[in-house]
């Protein structure tokens, strides 16, 4: 059958159905007893609009209206309603005023206010008085902008911005300043690899934005690796660690490329056995770490000066802490477009590692490079085994995004304005006119922070 003749159709059962279906809706998913609790006045409109419009589809206890088991409408609609609490589930969210809501949550849902996109148009035909109003499409923004505003009074974001998906970096990072000195020295240490030819910084060197600049990397005995070296810089702000996600903290992560054949080709007796041979490097870890030198107490300093690795006091900090006119015109404007089309995704401090998502979400990306799907492809699939998480990637964080060419894990956009392209056609899907790929991109350009006091090159 074609689409518009089922959508006819539907609009035809939904007429009949309406009022029935209200009459059969069953007890709310967030029980009433949490819902009666809140005190915040946005989250008192909020959540009515969400209870009523939306967590038929993003609770843990669905409901299946009863038109879902209609042949027709099965088909059409009966996969939203059981694919939609995967995607998004705000059940036990609402308790103490929303406070389970993450940065994320919020960043999602005002996405799909930007895009108009929920509820889908299906379940909208289906059961015609589930649009959002206009009114209730600005109270959940105005709950969501609230919300925000509250959690950031310590950050120093001017009252305008306060808002806002993104925000700045903290100007100031409490860390053990030995831990960091010596956590540096580590990160350049060549007796980490298997010949002491490699150290953490030949694939993330601090003068090339933290990465080596090229498609992939180059590992151990010039051995190219499958897939493109992400920033160390603002690393700690990142949910997980790797493209996949596969490290949960700095930590875990920086075993990884010591005893990885393929990157630094050592394994840690033989890294350990080196180290105890520097009657300095014995010192001082002894003077930090009561047990000396282990594995554990080499990861935990270069985890330390990783988290000291914050690019502050970029030109978008400035202008979100009240200075109008650090972004031009053209800067402010590409600001403007990336809310409304990337935020979604690039949110928070880090303007992105907060989730992953799917590269190509709007169309095929893959087909489109080439059509040779290597393993690095699968993504976070990789570590899951799970087959809807083929192709998904931890959303990159995009500061000093300038400084860290060629992009994505396959290294396949060399520019910025081509990787500004390729999402909005892949994961926004939009065809941006020139002048707004150059808005964006010289936005993205407003990014770069500084380290040490100095802008990061
Ligand atoms: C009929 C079921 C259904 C209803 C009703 C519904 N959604 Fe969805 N929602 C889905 C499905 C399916 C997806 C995943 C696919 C997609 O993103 O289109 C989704 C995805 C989402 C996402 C995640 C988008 C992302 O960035 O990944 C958010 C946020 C969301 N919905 C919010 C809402 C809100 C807010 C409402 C109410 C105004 C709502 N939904 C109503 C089915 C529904
Ligand atoms: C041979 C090049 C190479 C060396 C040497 C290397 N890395 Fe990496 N690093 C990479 C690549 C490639 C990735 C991405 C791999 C992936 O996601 O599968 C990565 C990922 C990371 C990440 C994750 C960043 C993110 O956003 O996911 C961190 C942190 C990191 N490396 C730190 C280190 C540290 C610390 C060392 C030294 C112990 C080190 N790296 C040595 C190439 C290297
Ligand atoms: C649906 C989520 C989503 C949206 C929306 C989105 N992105 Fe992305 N972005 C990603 C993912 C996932 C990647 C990593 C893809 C990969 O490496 O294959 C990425 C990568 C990037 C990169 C490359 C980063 C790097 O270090 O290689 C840039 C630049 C970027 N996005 C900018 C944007 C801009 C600008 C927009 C809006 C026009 C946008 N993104 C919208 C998810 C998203």
Not at 135 to 156: A, C, K, M, P
Request: aromatic share 8%.
């Amino acid at each position: 059958m074609k689409k518009p003749l089922i959508l006819a159709a539907l609009i035809g059962v939904a007429a009949v159905s309406f009022p029935l279906s209200n009459l059969m809706h069953q007890p709310s998913a967030e029980s009433q007893a949490v819902l009666a609790q809140i005190k915040d006045p946005h989250l008192k409109k909020a959540a009515p609009i969400l209870q009523n419009k939306c967590l038929d589809c993003h609770s843990s206890q669905t409901r299946m209206p009863f038109y879902a088991n209609f042949p027709i409408a099965r088909d059409l609609i009966g996969k939203d309603i059981e694919e939609g609490s995967e995607h998004f589930n705000m059940s036990g969210k609402f308790a103490n005023d929303g406070a389970g809501f993450t940065e994320l949550d919020l960043a999602r849902l005002e996405g799909v206010l930007n895009t108009q996109s929920m509820p889908p148009l299906r379940y909208v035909a289906l059961h015609w008085n589930a649009g959002l109003s206009q009114q209730d499409s600005e109270d959940l923004r105005s709950w969501i902008h609230n919300l925000r505003g509250q959690r950031r009074q310590t950050v120093g974001i001017h009252s305008n911005f306060a808002g806002d998906a993104v925000e700045p970096l903290p100007l100031v990072t409490v860390l053990d300043a030995n831990k960091v000195a010596l956590g540096r020295k580590l990160f350049h240490d060549k007796r980490l690899s298997g010949d002491n030819t490699l150290s953490c910084a030949s694939c993330h060197d601090l003068k090339k934005g933290g990465t080596d600049r090229s498609k992939t990397a180059t590992g151990i005995r010039g051995q190219i690796g499958p897939i493109n070296v992400p920033t160390v810089f603002n690393a700690g702000n990142n949910i997980k660690q790797f493209w996949d996600g596969r490290a949960g903290t700095l930590e875990e992560q920086a075993g990884g490329p010591v005893n990885n054949p393929m990157e630094m080709g050592a394994n840690w007796k033989l890294v350990i056995d080196r180290l105890n041979k520097d009657p300095e490097m014995v010192n001082t870890f002894h003077r930090l770490y009561p047990d000396g030198i282990t594995s554990a107490n080499i990861v935990s300093a270069i985890a330390t000066f990783e988290r000291s690795l914050v690019t502050t006091n970029s030109k978008l900090d400035q202008y979100l802490r009240g200075n109008k006119t650090a972004l031009s015109a053209s800067e402010a404007r590409g600001y403007e477009l990336f809310k409304a089309n990337c935020a979604s995704c690039h949110a928070g401090k880090n303007l992105g590692g907060l989730s992953f998502e799917k590269m190509g979400r709007k169309a095929d990306y893959f087909a489109a490079r080439d059509g040779k799907i290597t393993e690095v492809d699968y993504g976070l699939y990789n570590f899951t085994k799970k087959e809807q998480d083929k192709f998904k990637f931890k959303v990159p964080t995009l500061r000093n995004i300038a400084q860290t060419a060629p992009y994505f894990h396959d290294g396949s956009a060399e520019t910025l304005e081509e990787a500004v392209r390729v999402m909005g056609q892949y994961q926004v899907g939009k065809h941006f006119s020139e002048k707004d790929v150059n808005d964006i991109t010289a936005f993205l350009k407003t990014l770069t922070g500084e380290y040490e006091g100095k802008p990061v090159e």
